[in-house]
């Protein structure tokens, strides 16, 4: 094949795809026997909007192949997932990238190029290169040799938003980190077949430190947003009613509160720049506490709420990581409705149209999964934790007699949200 792209997951697969679609012949490589089995099937094992189709057609023409073994290719393509170490510490763990690359290495000749997508801290992407350099000393190593190299090996990070990841993935502009400047102009080359979006040329280690910034500002500016949701409460305001004016101002722009952030990107990455600085990073840690801090102030208010409803019904809207998604991994959501519902046991409804059953967890709770019509009819408090399309759609009539904890201001006309808000967590 012309392309190998090494882990077939929300992004491998999706950017297998679009390469192929360009027209090039794509080997995608997994390490599980049944992920490959469904993509040669031309079926999927994810949801994306529209991948199913767009994998469909290029497994027909046969563009993308999949198989758990490497064979030689002109460009490989790492997306492999790049967890913390279980050390309790957040430590990045980038074995799977250096593994991949040791198996890249094993088919590697003159002239192919390297590069590396997966979210990495600062380093890895020359770390991968020396490790090839050890396993392939017969071929030149860009950075390390006189004269040309024989490979190329960039760093390109992803940037691409679950629900528009095919969208995102050939109109967002991409940095290409090059070990060196013939490395960046090699990988460009490769992104220009199929990125419609501009592409940059860079150093490596400046890409990779782009992308945990990307994510880690995020962080930073949700928090902010969370951390003057709390204020808000203690002090009896409404938080949309005050972010909404003070956005009016035309240089302020501040995110939308939540019950926490969820998601495989923005709770993690930052911790990969916390963990290359320690000491340079309070406000990127604080961050991270005050998100992660907000999944709690939820679940107190909640439970206060419910506590005020000796005889109520309760519906928990939603368990996704955010809007009009199915995914429900790392869920602050998930971890609030799970809470209420091991508290409350049976009083608790769930409502997630895109779930077909309770997660795990709530097995033995007593609570059960319901539709928002049968919510509606049925229960007194609703705790709205995710902002799906459907929840927002519901009309004031339908909700004006219940108690409503709404974690994400989706219903600015519901009478009084602030009232709701228990003593305890009220300082004025
Ligand atoms: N959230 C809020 N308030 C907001 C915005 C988001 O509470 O105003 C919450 C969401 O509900 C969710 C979490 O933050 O729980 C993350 O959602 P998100 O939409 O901000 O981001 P992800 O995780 O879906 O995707 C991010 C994106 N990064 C940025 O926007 C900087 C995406 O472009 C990246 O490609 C992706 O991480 C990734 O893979 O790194």
Redo the contacts with the bound molecule.
């Keep these: 094949p012309e392309v190998c792209v090494v882990g077939l997951g929300y ?1 491998g697969l999706p950017t297998a795809a679009v390469i192929a679609r360009a027209g090039m012949k794509v080997l995608g490589l997994d390490v599980s026997q049944n992920v490959v089995d469904t993509i040669n099937r031309g079926e999927i094992h994810i949801e994306e909007v529209d991948l199913d189709g767009l994998v469909h057609g290029v497994v027909q023409r046969g563009l993308l192949r999949a198989a758990t073994a490497i064979a030689p290719a002109d460009v490989f393509v790492i997306a492999v997932p790049t967890p913390f170490a279980k050390d309790g510490k957040h430590t990045p763990d980038t074995s799977y990238v250096l593994s991949a690359a040791e198996n890249v290495a094993a088919v590697l000749k003159s002239g192919d190029t390297i590069i590396l997508e997966s ?1 990495s801290p600062v380093g890895t992407t020359e770390q991968m290169r020396d490790l090839i350099a050890r396993q392939r000393p017969d071929l030149k190593m860009p950075g390390l040799c006189e004269g040309t190299p024989d490979v190329a090996i960039a760093y390109c990070p ?5 629900g528009r990841i095919l969208e995102e993935l050939t109109n967002n502009d991409r940095s290409i980190g090059g070990i060196t400047p013939r490395c960046a102009r090699k990988a460009l080359a490769f992104y220009k077949r199929f990125v419609r979006g501009t592409c940059v040329t860079t150093d490596a280690r400046s890409a990779e430190m782009t992308k945990l910034v ?2 880690a ?2 962080d930073v500016n ?1 928090a902010f ?1 969370n951390e003057l949701s709390v204020v808000a409460d203690a002090m009896g305001l409404d938080v949309w009613e005050v972010i909404r004016l003070a956005n009016r101002h035309p240089r302020v722009n501040i ?4 019950p ?7 709770a993690v ?1 930052p911790w990969f720049i916390v963990h290359g600085a320690p000491d340079e990073t309070p406000l990127i840690r604080t961050a991270r506490g005050v998100n992660d801090g907000k999944i709690h102030h939820v679940i107190a208010r909640a439970a206060a709420l419910v506590e005020s409803h000796p005889d109520a019904k309760i519906a928990c809207l939603g368990l996704a ?2 809007a009009n998604i199915d995914d429900f991994r790392e869920s ?1 959501a998930r971890l609030v409705a799970a809470t209420l519902a091991r508290r409350f046991g049976d009083r608790v409804h769930v409502v997630e149209p895109y779930a077909a059953q309770l997660p795990i967890e709530f097995t033995d709770t007593g609570a059960h999964l319901i539709d928002v019509d049968t919510a509606l009819e049925t229960c007194d408090v609703l705790i709205v934790l995710v902002d799906h399309d459907v929840f927002k759609s519901v009309p004031l009539a339908e909700r004006e007699d219940k108690a409503v904890y709404d974690t994400r201001g989706i219903w600015p006309d519901q009478p009084t949200p602030s009232a709701s808000v228990p003593d305890n967590l009220r300082k004025a």
């Design positions: 992004i979210t992803e940037r691409v938003l679950p990307e994510n500002y995020r949700i947003a995110l939308q509160p939540g926490g952030v969820g998601g495989h990107c923005i990455d990581f955010k602050p």
